[in-house]
């Protein structure tokens, strides 16, 4: 039987005496009344053996795997990492996973990891995935978000007994799990298996992250790597240790994508030829960012909700950490958009940052608030436990709202177009109806006129903010409004950065999407066809933001009434698709269904005889 504790990829470099001080510290910081309940062994011994077997290949597996996908110019530091750093499964039902220096071993470090906020957020960004998928088109046809959020919601509340009430019984049976039992054939990239690594993957990230900057070393703090800048942080005020934990957080999102795109870069290159290697990799990396995504999402939420028992229970400082954590995920989401935006898109194409994102993000914090205003306390009162009449001071703050985190992002040079995109994730849906003074538009259009008294009027960012300012408009009611907009957001950018640059091409894209909406469907659809003629010109014909204008002019021109155009456009699509994205991926399967759908109403009833 292999040893659990044992490195696959770095065995010639692993540190054995480093490994067996790993087990020694598990060993004697175990919580073995814990371990017992849980292994459902009475032998405390035998239950560490037995946790530390089922538990520690998986783990080791991920720290592999991480160094492995380390980009080949830094193949020496990962060499490095693989002797000086051990990693192993917290024994106890700790929240916070921990890394430390080892006592008189300069060089070397331990990680411990912490399980329950791990497989908490696993089953959050599962079941989320089936509250609001990505591609809701590729589900099956009985397909019911309705029960996916009743399962999902009877999941947390058996955590929360977990939690709450430790003497009766371990953790509950992960969502993967059960889905694993129900079905083997997983799509790659959307396998239970894929959630569950992507959550273990954003824990070890994190703590390798605080070795690497240098953050284990309090006084050599000059070494400690922070993600806001001085200024930003002063306004949103923001600690040094806080500001050293958001540079670690956001470091976790392309180490995550990284591994996950390299082991089946590692595993299937040789198999497929050119062609099918470029398609399939286009998907693996499209499944790649989604989990690397959710994982970062579904991890605040998870501890948020573990910091929000640990308040309940009059635990003050062990909430007031967890929650501190919790409320670090909107500045680190903004910081993993631009990641996306400025390392992936250029390579990848703007699949990898769009509105499904920010429909995600939406739907996510509904469930969140919904968790923490029904769930928690029906759980508690089942319980018979106190249930408080109000909530900590920091869920209802107003400290990383959007409009602050605008200001802040352009004052410190950073990015106010991901704080605008943010800004759409934060608040919920708006209602149709008229455009309120007191609603996000109007505290975004206040936040715009800081910005332009700020940085300006022609700044590419108070541009790029005016256009989500546009959308906002459209989307509180006011479609004609947001056409108006986004006309003069398009003049101004063709002058400022020129009628080829994404920003202006995404600011098109607005224009006619609002001017369909404001009842000018035959002005939308030539717009579409326009904006997809540059759009291939500038960035090129398998360019997604060319193949999207030309699907939706074919869905403007049907909608205008001319079916037999939006067959010919879509027929004439699909192909292509076909080609760039494969046949089976739900952008393509929604083409193909459209154009039945119009061809059917081309063709018209059928005659009676």
Known sequence: MSDPWRSTLFAEHQDLALVEAAREYSF???????????????????????????????LRTV??????????????????????????????????????????EPGKYLIGVALLPVQLSTDVAWGMSTVHP????????????????????IQIAQYVRAVEDPQGGPLPRSLTHMALEVRRDWPTGQAPRDYSEAAMVFA??????????????????????????????????????????????????????????????????????????????????????????????????????????????????????????????????????QARKERMVPELGPLLWTERDVAYRKAHDKWRLHCVETVLPRVWAKLGLDVPDTFPDLIVSEMYSPDRLAAAAV???????????????A??????????????????????????????????????????????RGEEGD??????????????????????????LNARNSLASWLGQAGHPNAAAAAYATLALDAARALGPDHLLALAARYSAAAWQGAAGDAVGAVARLAALLPDYERVLGADHPVTLRARNDLAGWRAQAEGPPHSS
Not at 90 to 97: A, C, N, Y
């Open 28 to 58: 004697v910081h175990a919580d073995f009344e814990y371990l017992m309940r849980l292994m459902a062994d009475d032998d405390p011994e035998r239950a560490w053996e037995a946790y530390c077997a089922s538990t520690q290949p998986g």
């Open 63 to 104: 720290l592999d795997g991480l160094l492995g996908t380390f980009p080949p110019e830094e193949r020496n530091k990962a060499l490095e990492l693989a002797g000086s750093v051990e990693v192993f499964c917290l024994p106890s039902p700790s929240k916070k996973s921990i890394s430390f220096p080892v006592p008189d």
């Open 134 to 153: 990505y591609y809701p088109e590729g589900m099956p046809r009985d397909y019911d978000p309705a029960a996916g959020r009743e399962l999902l919601d």
């Open 204 to 337: 070890v990230a994190h703590e390798l992250a605080h070795i690497e900057h240098g953050d284990l070393f309090p006084d050599e703090r000059q070494r400690g790597s922070f993600l806001l800048p001085p200024e930003m942080a002063a306004q949103l005020k923001v600690s040094n240790t806080m500001n050293e934990e958001l540079a670690a957080d956001a470091s976790t999102f392309m180490p995550c994508f990284n591994l996950k795109l390299g082991s089946w870069v590692f595993t299937r290159a040789r198999e497929l030829h050119k062609v099918a290697y470029k398609r399939e990799k286009l998907q693996v990396a499209l499944h790649s960012a989604h989990r690397a995504t959710e994982a970062c999402q579904a991890y605040y939420t998870a501890v948020g909700l573990l910091g929000m028992m640990a308040w309940r229970r009059g635990e003050e400082k062990e909430a007031e950490a967890l929650l501190d954590t919790a409320f670090r995920g909107p500045l680190v989401q903004l910081w993993v958009q």
């Open 411 to 425: 004052s410190a040079g950073g990015d106010a177009d991901g704080a605008a995109d943010r800004a759409e994730a």
């Open 427 to 472: 608040d919920p849906e708006p209602s149709p109806g008229p455009v309120s003074e007191g609603g996000k538009f109007a505290r975004h259009t206040a936040a715009l006129h800081r910005l332009e008294k700020l940085v300006g009027l022609d700044h590419p960012q108070v541009l790029n903010f005016r256009r989500a300012n546009a959308d906002l």
């Open 479 to 504: 479609p004609a409004g947001a056409v108006t907009a986004c006309d003069k957001v398009v003049a101004d950018l063709t002058r400022v950065q020129g009628a080829d640059h994404h920003n202006t």
